[in-house]
Nanobody, 124 residues
Framework: QLELVESGGGLVQPGGSLRLSCAVS????????IGWFRQAPGKEREGVSC??????????YYADSVKGRFTISKDNVKNTVYLQMNSLKPEDTAVYYC???????????????WGQGTQVTVSS
């Protein structure tokens, strides 16, 4: 059974940091692109970052809004993808989802499998 499980969300003050984790199981981890998306209340879901498969050299991509603040990485032994989020802003508040897909893209239509999401709240 294909499964992605996010963790690491929470409440953080502006300027703070959080690290999200996405544990994947049920499929060959290193042949998939893993992406992070977020959805704020009243807004459409947007792509945040993705990391391509190991066969594609694990290239990383970021939305302009998070470039320089967020870093995506993966551990092929633990079958886990991380999103390190630094210098967090109130506008980063959203439910964050990880997803698995065959294409390297920040469009959610490119992804086939999704986790349940984890809440990130940036507030003082």
């Amino acid at each position: 059974q294909l499964e992605l499980v996010e963790s690491g969300g929470g409440l953080v003050q502006p300027g703070g940091s959080l690290r999200l984790s996405c544990a994947v199981s049920g499929f060959t981890f290193d042949v998939w692109t893993i992406g992070w998306f977020r959805q704020a209340p009243g807004k459409e879901r947007e792509g945040v970052s993705c990391i391509s498969s190991t066969m594609s050299d694990s290239k990383t991509y970021y939305a302009d809004s998070v470039k320089g603040r967020f870093t995506i990485s993966k551990d092929n032994v633990k079958n886990t993808v991380y999103l390190q989020m630094n210098s967090l802003k109130p506008e980063d508040t959203a439910v964050y989802y990880c997803a698995a897909g065959r294409s390297v893209a920040l469009a959610d239509s490119a992804y086939d499998y999704w986790g349940q999401g984890t809440q990130v709240t940036v507030s003082s």
